[in-house]
């Protein structure tokens, strides 16, 4: 792959959203380890706003977003996300099992619910499959 074919590819960019440093740094690793190209964001709002920077909207292949967060939470970014970048696959990881808030998430367009920690081999698995599918597009 050429460089411009590199840095035009959205598909192997991996946007965290996480407040936990060490939980990031975990999903990072494991994520480079299988050449993903990973931006990180401190909370909700960091990666609302990285999402928000520039003339459009942020380019990347996926969104892995924990759901309790300070400032901005989970369910605001990923409503966020959604309204505005409907085709970008989002996965929820979360240290707090919810069913009913899994259920919630699944139904906005959510691509997969994983309880922390994340086994490598397990996520590895969901970030490959959920990007060889299609991207789901809406437009109203």
């Known amino acids: 792959m050429s460089l411009i074919d590199n840095a035009s590819s959205t598909k192997g960019k991996i946007l965290i959203i996480d ?6 740094e975990v999903l990072r690793l ?11 964001a401190t909370d909700g709002e960091e990666g609302v706003n990285m999402m ?7 380019q990347v292949g996926m969104i892995i977003c924990d759901i309790r ?3 901005v939470n989970g369910i ?5 996300l959604k309204k505005n970048a ?4 989002i996965i929820v990881v ?6 009913d808030l899994a259920v919630s998430l699944l139904k906005k367009g959510v691509k997969d619910y994983m309880v922390k920690p994340i086994e490598k081999a397990k996520l590895l698995e969901k970030v490959a499959e959920v ?4 991207q789901d597009f809406n437009y109203v």
């Open 30 to 40: 494991h994520l480079e380890s299988a050449n993903y190209n990973v931006i990180e």
């Open 69 to 71: 967060m300070p400032k």
């Open 131 to 134: 990007l060889a599918a299609p």
């Open 94 to 99: 979360t240290g707090y099992p919810d069913s």
């Open 76 to 80: 605001e970014a990923i409503d966020f």
């Open 19 to 24: 407040d936990e440093s060490e939980v990031r």
């Open 52 to 58: 928000k920077s520039g003339s459009n909207l942020l």
């Open 86 to 89: 409907p085709s970008i696959p």
